[in-house]
Every structure is written in structure tokens, then in C-alpha cells.
């Protein structure tokens, strides 16, 4: 659909580990309940998990499903499609070039390196402190590996 909408159009896939994006979930419907910014003691945690009515499981399934579209649009779009992690597109000069070439976009390496330094845009997910993937259990983690591991061996998420 897209192609067809836009047939001049290129794409560009941003994917996240899914640990990662998963968390990040739990961590907005958290807030939600308790306010963002609230003072969130760890004995809380398990009981706003457990009313917030987030699903670990349907939040893998839905990163998986997402990101088996990305790639399945990419190997049949190859000539205007492009996936990149998100992992490397914050920390890594030549994701930023690759990507400004392949869009034929002309750049200046001082300008990325000034993108790649700025904070904004790139707080992590917290509560008190904690990293947003912490508030996982084992078990979570186990459940997100089982359900995305396919995909994310594809794009060489180091936990799989």
C-alpha cells in the first residue's frame, strides 16, 4: 500500500529491540496510572503492573509483527526500502552517512556528529531511576525472547 501510494517515495525503517520497546510500554501505562514523574517505590511497581492490564505477550507480538513487515516490505522493496536499528542510529557516524547517501541527500559529517551528541529526544524511560527494561521480570524477558527471537536474529539484538 504504501509504494503504491507514494510510487517516488523511499522508505526508512527504524526497528528497536524489542526488550527495549516492550519496556518502554510498560513504563507509559505505568505512568499513566501513577502520573508521570511520580515518586514510584519499588513495592508499587508489582501493583500498578498487575492494574495497568499490560500484556508482555501482546506487546512482543505486535513488535514481532510490526518489524516481519518491515522486512518482508524491504526484501520486496529493496530499491526504495531501508532498515535500520535504532541502537545504531543514536550512537554511529557512518548510520547517518549510509543513510544520507543512499537518499542522495548531500551532508556534512560535523553536522551528524552535532545530531549524535544531542540529548534531547533521548531520555531513556525511567521510573525512580531505574531503566525502563529493569522493571522486567525474568519470566518477561523469557516471553519477549520466545515470541521475537526470529526477527531480532535478524537484526543481531546481542540478548538473542
Not at 524491504?74 to 544520507?100: A, C, M, P, V
Amino acid at each position: 500500500m504504501l509504494s503504491s501510494l507514494y510510487p517516488e517515495a523511499k522508505f526508512i525503517f527504524i526497528t528497536r529491540n524489542p526488550i527495549d520497546v516492550v519496556a518502554a510500554h510498560l513504563v507509559k501505562r505505568i505512568w499513566k496510572l501513577a502520573g508521570k514523574g511520580a515518586n514510584v517505590e519499588p513495592s508499587q511497581l508489582k501493583a500498578l503492573r498487575e492494574e495497568c492490564d499490560f500484556s508482555i505477550q501482546n506487546a512482543a507480538e505486535l513488535w514481532a509483527k510490526q518489524n516481519s513487515y518491515f522486512i518482508e516490505f524491504s526484501n520486496k522493496n529493496s530499491h526504495i526500502s531501508l532498515i535500520t536499528r535504532y541502537e545504531d542510529l543514536i550512537t554511529e557516524l557512518n548510520e547517518f552517512e549510509n543513510i544520507f547517501k543512499w537518499l542522495n541527500v548531500k551532508y556534512e559529517s560535523k553536522n551528524i556528529k552535532n545530531i549524535l551528541e544531542m540529548k534531547e529526544g533521548r531520555g531513556e524511560s525511567k521510573i525512580n531511576k531505574q531503566k525502563s527494561r529493569d522493571i522486567l521480570t525474568s519470566d518477561d524477558m523469557d516471553i519477549i525472547r520466545k515470541i521475537t527471537q526470529e526477527i531480532s536474529v535478524i537484526f543481531h539484538y546481542p540478548e538473542f
